[in-house]
């Protein structure tokens, strides 16, 4: 029993490591160990979404849920100024994605109507970012605006992005998860 001004830190008491060992082992004995016929199912629905099993893998067992959409930045999409277009490797990346909503954030001077345009049809929506800078709650606000028209919940949804500031947002909406552009769009 804890007496007064007991943090419930770590027990000081000796047996400690065997404790670990206890916690650990029963730990992993409740861990499912998955069928492989379901192993297959996640494997493939990696592949529809263009993500590999470990980004994929990590997302559900993260947020509990299946993606439901994929938010890209128009860093992550490479729409940086002067912008003629999506570059094709990476409309090609989009037209691919199957069963998720593809959506974009639009980063000024982008208007989200430009950003559909320029990507030529591999995006379902595209919203206006938090402007830079913006302080946690209005990113989230702006996070949350954008993904209504989804009816997503934000913790299905998985964010690609490319810069730190984005991966402060996908923090402060509570998205799934976020991932690196290089590691989405890459080999």
Do not use: K, Q
């Amino acid at each position: 029993m804890s007496t007064i001004g007991h943090n419930r830190g770590p027990s000081m008491e000796t047996g400690t490591g065997w404790r670990r060992h206890c916690w650990t082992r029963a730990r992993a004995d409740l861990l499912p160990t998955l069928p492989i016929e379901v192993v297959r199912l996640r494997v493939r629905r990696a592949a529809e979404l263009g993500l590999d099993y470990r980004a994929y893998a990590s997302f559900r067992a993260a947020s509990g849920h299946d993606v439901v959409a994929l938010l890209f930045s128009t860093n992550a999409l490479r729409l940086l100024p002067p912008v003629p277009a999506l570059p094709e490797p990476h409309h090609a990346r989009l037209s691919a994605i199957e069963g998720a909503t593809r959506a974009a954030l639009a980063r000024a001077p982008l208007t989200p109507e430009a950003v559909l345009a320029l990507a030529r049809g591999a995006l379902d929506h595209a919203a206006p970012a938090p402007r830079p800078f913006a302080g946690w709650a209005e990113a989230r606000r702006a996070l949350l605006d954008a993904l209504a028209p989804l009816c997503a919940p934000a913790d299905a949804v998985l964010m690609v992005g490319d810069t730190g500031e984005e991966r402060a947002w996908a923090e402060a909406a509570r998205l799934g998860a976020y991932l690196p552009a290089e590691r989405y769009f890459g080999p």
